[in-house]
T-cell receptor, first 114, second 115 residues
Framework: EAGVTQSPRYAVLQEGQAVSFWCDPI?????LYWYQQPRDQGPQLLVY????????NSQLPSDRFSAVRPKGTNSTLKIQSAKQGDTATYLC????????????FGEGSRLIVV | AQKVTQTQTSISVMEKTTVTMDCVYE???????LFWYKQTASGEIVFLIR??????ENATVGHYSLNFQKPKSSIGLIITATQIEDSAVYFC????????????FGTGTRLQVSP
């Protein structure tokens, strides 16, 4: 069974540039999460989906960040006009169902904004 | 709102000893799930062990076990007979049933196991 796949693995931007991160969850997993993990910190939830619906995007900086999961499978997280403070690893995780089911993480996409 | 706090930023132990990592949580829910995950040096995050709030017995998986103290809102991770490869960052996480799918993580504890 394939795991959670993310791309690109690395991105280096200048401030003001845009970037998109792509995530392919484990087949059959209906719930998909995007986390931001700054260096030496814990994963911080940005947004999560159940199928194609956004369940909670309250922590997503809506003026520059957006996330979609149009068919309830793959997902894209986009950052427009990146800032140095966006430097972090962006983690995608998926899960089947809810409650006690565990999360499976991708390898992450490392973003550096200079 | 749910919250998870890990106050230990790093711990160093000798190989083959036992280590305990602390975690306290805040929730308004009467039912919730608590998890521990491990992040290796490569960045990979893997699930280790889970505690269901309605269960009184502490969960155990391999050389990982939990010390669940519900009245104190505490869920400690115990690693017995530590190995060099246990060196990693350990995260505590919580999932409330009322929020169905929202999973919140602590800031992590870095464990260094020396020979």
């Amino acid at each position: 069974e394939a795991g959670v796949t993310q791309s690109p693995r690395y991105a280096v931007l200048q401030e003001g540039q845009a970037v998109s991160f792509w995530c392919d969850p484990i087949s059959g997993h209906d719930t998909l999460y995007w986390y931001q993990q700054p260096r030496d910190q814990g994963p911080q939830l940005l947004v999560y989906f159940r199928d194609e619906a956004v369940i909670d995007n309250s922590q997503l900086p809506s003026d520059r960040f957006s996330a979609v999961r149009p068919k309830g499978t793959n997902s894209t997280l986009k950052i427009q006009s990146a800032k140095q403070g966006d430097t972090a690893t962006y983690l995608c995780a998926s899960s089947f169902g809810h409650s006690g089911n565990t999360l499976y993480f991708g390898e992450g996409s490392r973003l550096i904004v200079v | 709102a749910q919250k998870v706090t890990q106050t230990q930023t790093s711990i160093s132990v000798m190989e083959k000893t036992t280590v305990t990592m602390d975690c306290v949580y805040e929730t308004q829910d009467s039912s919730y799930f608590l998890f521990w995950y491990k992040q290796t040096a490569s960045g990979e995050i893997v699930f280790l062990i889970r505690q269901d709030s309605y269960k009184k017995e502490n969960a155990t998986v391999g050389h990982y076990s939990l010390n669940f103290q519900k009245p104190k809102s505490s869920i400690g991770l115990i690693i017995t007979a530590t190995q060099i490869e246990d060196s990693a960052v350990y995260f505590c996480a919580m999932r409330e049933t009322s929020n169905t799918d929202k999973v919140v993580f602590g800031t992590g504890t870095r464990l260094q196991v020396s020979p």
